[in-house]
C-alpha cells in the first residue's frame, strides 16, 4: 500500500516556465495560431516510431503516420506542415516524431521545412530512438558513457522527470530481462554534452562506475526541444509501457485528445459450485469431457469458509473488489448432500457485499450445440437431416433465469443484464462449433442481458449477440482443475512439453500458437519459479497497455493452495511499487468495460472517417464530433467545461468522455498550462502555403483524415 500521497507536482507548463523554454515568437498583431490536435510520426519502419503510434492508436489520439521507406511519399514541406483557415496560421501538427533526431539525407529540404516549423509554432519533436552524440546535446558514448545491453537494469527517473512528465512514476524504471540468450534493450548511456542545455528525465548507470547517462531527456537548443530518447523499444516492452504516457504527455504538453488508465480486473469463475481435479496419472480431468468415456474418479475443488476470509483480507490489503462469477446449482447442491448445509454459501452470503456478482448461469451448462463427449475432443450432435442440434431456447432461458432469481433471493448485489456462460458457451467456439447458437440470442433478448462475456483467446473482438455486447476476457494460464501447485505443474508440463519428453505434444502440434518447454517444470518450483513469473508479466503487460478487458480464473485457485493469488499478488504490488499514489489500478465491473469498449470503437470510426475537428488556440481546445459520440480528452488539472471542472483526475491530469450533441465543445485550459504559441502574421510564407488535397496520399497513414477548411 502508498505510504505517501503526492500533494503538490510541478505541471509541464510550470517545468517549462522554471526551464526558461520559448513558448513561441511573439506576433505584433497578436494572432495565435491554431494548432491541430494531431500528432505527426514520421516512421522508418522500426519498432520505436511503431510504438509510439501504437499507444496514440489505443489512447485514441489522432495522428499521421508517413512512412520513409515509400517511395510514392509525400514531400514534407511548408504546404504539407501549415496553411491558413479563415485567415488564422493553421499548424496541422501538435507534435512530431522522428525515427532519430534527423533521419534525412545531409542538406535535407525536409529537414529544413521541419526545423522551421517547430521554431515557427514551437512544436516540440521525439527522437524515437537516436545515438548519444552532440547534435542530440549529449558526448558520445565513448567519452565515458556506455554502449551496449542493458537487460535487467534498473533505470531511474530523475527529479525533473518526475516534476515533469513522467510525474506519475514513482521512481524506478524495470529493463525487462526476460532470456539470457536474447538480447532485449540496446542503449547508448552518455552525460550532457558541455555546455549543452540538456535535462535528464530517465537515466541508468554507466556500468562499472557510479556515473549516470541519460536514456530520456530534453534537448533545447536553436528555439526548438526535443526529447532524446537513447534506447531501443518495441510496443510491448514493458520498459516502454512505463514511459509511453509521459512521452505523449511531453510531446503534447498535457493537451490531447485521447485518454488512458492502467485497468484490471480478475472474475472468478465457478463461484458456489466445484471444479473437477486434473489427474496426474492419468492426464485428464475425470468429470469432464478430456477423459474419454468417464475415465477416472472425480475429486473436486470448493472454496471453504477459510478461504473467503482469505479472499477479503486479500482485497482489503491491496484495496481491490473481485469478481465473483456465481453458479447457484453448486449451493442447492451441496445442502442435499450435506442435510441442508453449505458453510461456504452461508459465508460468501454473509459477506456478498464485499464482492462484485455476476451471473454464471444455473448449473454451468453447455449452452453451444449439444455434444458428444465420447469422444475427445467432442462434437456436436446432428439431426437426421445432418444440421447442428442446437441447444434449446428454453434451456438457455432456465439457465440465466434461474441463476438470477437464485442469486437475488439470497441478496447479491447483482447487475443482472450482466452474464457469463458456461465456458463462453453458446458463442462460436473453433473447430467443432464455428457459429453461435441461434437460441442464444433470442434468450438473451428474454432476459434483458446487455453485456455477455467472451473469451479473449478465441472471440476478443466485442460484438454484437442479440442485444447483447460482448466483453472479452483474458483467460489466465492459471488452470481451472487445479487446487495445488503440484498439479497446476503437471497439467503445464503435460500441455507444454514434447512427446518425447512425456508431454501431450499439443506445442509440437501447434507451433504457431503454442512454445514447448525445453524441459518439464519440476513440479515443487515450476509454479513459483516459472508459472506465477510469466503469467504475471503478462498480466501486467495488459494493465499498462490501458487494456480494460479483465482477467479470468476460478474458484479452485482460491482454494486449497491458494495458487491465484501468487500471480495477483505480482500484479498488483509490482504496480505498486512503479507507479505514483496518484496513478491507481482502475478496477472495472464488467458492464462499466463493455461502456469503456463501445465508446472507444465509436470514437475510433469517426477519427477514421474524418467526422472529428480537434484545435487550440490560446488556452482555448475546441472539439467537435458526431452527434452521440463521446469525446474522450486529456487535459492538464484545472481545465474547465462549461461551468464546471472537466474530467477526472489521473496520473497528474484530468482525462475522460465528453458527450457529443454534434455541436463544439469547448474547454478552458488553466493559466499554469503550457503557454500556446503565438505563431507567424497571417501573411507568412507558412500562413499562406495551399491546403494539401484531401485524399491521403501515398504512404501516409490517416488515423483522422485531412479536412482542410474543418
Not at 53 to 63: M, S, V
Not at 622 to 633: D, E, F, I, R, S
Not at 640 to 655: L, P, V
Not at 680 to 709: F, I, L, N
Request: one cysteine or more.
Amino acid at each position: 500500500m502508498k505510504r505517501t500521497i503526492r500533494t503538490t507536482a510541478l505541471t509541464v507548463g510550470a517545468l517549462t516556465a522554471a526551464l526558461g523554454l520559448p513558448a513561441g515568437p511573439a506576433q505584433a498583431d497578436g494572432t495565435a495560431p491554431r494548432v491541430d490536435l494531431r500528432v505527426l510520426v514520421v516512421s522508418d519502419g522500426g519498432p520505436a516510431t511503431d510504438a509510439i503510434a501504437a499507444e496514440l492508436d489505443t489512447a485514441g489520439t489522432p495522428y499521421t503516420k508517413l512512412d520513409l521507406t515509400r517511395s510514392d511519399r509525400p514531400t514534407i514541406d511548408a504546404g504539407f506542415l501549415a496553411d491558413t483557415v479563415d485567415g488564422r496560421p493553421r499548424a496541422r501538427f501538435q507534435a512530431v516524431v522522428l525515427p532519430n533526431d534527423n533521419p534525412f539525407a545531409a542538406g535535407s529540404s525536409e529537414m529544413t521545412a521541419l526545423t522551421a516549423y517547430e521554431k515557427t509554432y514551437a512544436i516540440p519533436q521525439v527522437d524515437a530512438y537516436t545515438y548519444a552524440r552532440p547534435q542530440v546535446g549529449l558526448q558520445v558514448p565513448t567519452s565515458g558513457g556506455y554502449s551496449g545491453s542493458i537487460d535487467g537494469t534498473q533505470a531511474q527517473v530523475t527529479a525533473a522527470g518526475q516534476a515533469g512528465p513522467f510525474g506519475y512514476l514513482d521512481g524506478p524504471v524495470p529493463f525487462e530481462d526476460n532470456s539470457p540468450t536474447v538480447g532485449e534493450s540496446y542503449a547508448y548511456l552518455a552525460a550532457p554534452a558541455a555546455g549543452a542545455d540538456f535535462t535528464p528525465y530517465v537515466q541508468a548507470t554507466v556500468p562499472g562506475t557510479t556515473r549516470q547517462g541519460s536514456l530520456v531527456g530534453e534537448y533545447r537548443h536553436d528555439g526548438r526541444r526535443e526529447l532524446v530518447v537513447t534506447f531501443v523499444y518495441n510496443q510491448y516492452q514493458q520498459q516502454f509501457r512505463l514511459l509511453a504516457r509521459g512521452i505523449v504527455e511531453w510531446m503534447t504538453g498535457g493537451v490531447h485528445l485521447g485518454a488512458s488508465r492502467n485497468y484490471f480486473a480478475v472474475h472468478v469463475d465457478d463461484v458456489f459450485a466445484a471444479d473437477d481435479r486434473w489427474d496426474t496419472q492419468l492426464n485428464c480431468t475425470p468429470g469432464d469431457v478430456d477423459c474419454a468415456n468417464g475415465a477416472g474418479t472425480p475429486n473436486p475443488i470448493r472454496m471453504t469458509p477459510a478461504d473467503v476470509d482469505y479472499a477479503t483480507a486479500w482485497q482489503d490489503s491491496h484495496d481491490f473488489t473481485l469478481d465473483l462469477v456465481y453458479n447457484g446449482a453448486g449451493s442447492v447442491d451441496q445442502r442435499e448432500d450435506n442435510d441442508g448445509v453449505d458453510q461456504l454459501a452461508d459465508k460468501l452470503i454473509a459477506d456478498r457485499n464485499l464482492f462484485r456478482w455476476v451471473n454464471h448461469t444455473y448449473t454451468h451448462a453447455f449452452l453451444g450445440c449439444e455434444q458428444n463427449v465420447t469422444v475427445v475432443p467432442w462434437t456436436c450432435q446432428t439431426n437426421t437431416d445432418g444440421s447442428t442440434k442446437w441447444v434449446s431456447r428454453a434451456t438457455i432461458d432456465y439457465e440465466i433465469a434461474t441463476n438470477r432469481a437464485w442469486g437475488q433471493a439470497n441478496g447479491l448485489p447483482l447487475q443482472t443484464d450482466e452474464l457469463v456462460t458456461g465456458e463462453h458457451s453458446g458463442l462460436k467456439i473453433l473447430p467443432q462449433q464455428p457459429q453461435d447458437n441461434p437460441n442464444l440470442a433470442l434468450s438473451l433478448a428474454d432476459d434483458g442481458v446487455k453485456w455477455l462475456a467472451s473469451d479473449n483467446s478465441r472471440d476478443p473482438q466485442q460484438r454484437q449477440v442479440g442485444p447483447a455486447t460482448t466483453v472479452s476476457r483474458y483467460p489466465m494460464n492459471v488452470f481451472y482443475n487445479a487446487g495445488h501447485a503440484a498439479e497446476q505443474v503437471d497439467e503445464y508440463n503435460w500441455l507444454y512439453t514434447s512427446r518425447a519428453q512425456g508431454g501431450s505434444g499439443i506445442c509440437e502440434d501447434n507451433p504457431a500458437t503454442t512454445t514447448c518447454l525445453p524441459a518439464p517444470l519440476n513440479t515443487t518450483t515450476g509454479y513459483s519459479g516459472y508459472i506465477v513469473p510469466l503469467e504475471t508479466r503478462i498480466a501486467l503487460g495488459h494493465v499498462l497497455s490501458n487494456d480494460p478487458r479483465p482477467h479470468f480464473i476460478h474458484q479452485s485457485n482460491l482454494a486449497e493452495d491458494r495458487i491465484a493469488y501468487p500471480v495477483l499478488d505480482g500484479v498488483l504490488d509490482g504496480y505498486a511499487a512503479l507507479f505514483a499514489a496518484d496513478t491507481p489500478v482502475v478496477n472495472l465491473r464488467m458492464k462499466d468495460t463493455g461502456v469503456e469498449l463501445q465508446r472507444r470503437a465509436a470514437w475510433k470510426s469517426a477519427v477514421q472517417a474524418g467526422q472529428v475537428t480537434a484545435y487550440r488556440i490560446g488556452d482555448t481546445v475546441t472539439v467537435q464530433g458526431p452527434n452521440g459520440t463521446a469525446v474522450p480528452a486529456t487535459l492538464p488539472s484545472g481545465t474547465t467545461y462549461g461551468a464546471g471542472a472537466f474530467g477526472t483526475a489521473y496520473a497528474g491530469a484530468r482525462s475522460g468522455w465528453t458527450a457529443s450533441t454534434g455541436t463544439a465543445l469547448t474547454f478552458t485550459l488553466p493559466a499554469s498550462a503550457m503557454a500556446a504559441p503565438t505563431g507567424p502574421a497571417a501573411t507568412s510564407a507558412a500562413a499562406t502555403a495551399p491546403a494539401p488535397d484531401t485524399k491521403v496520399p501515398a504512404g501516409v497513414t490517416e488515423q483522422m483524415p485531412y479536412t482542410p477548411d474543418s
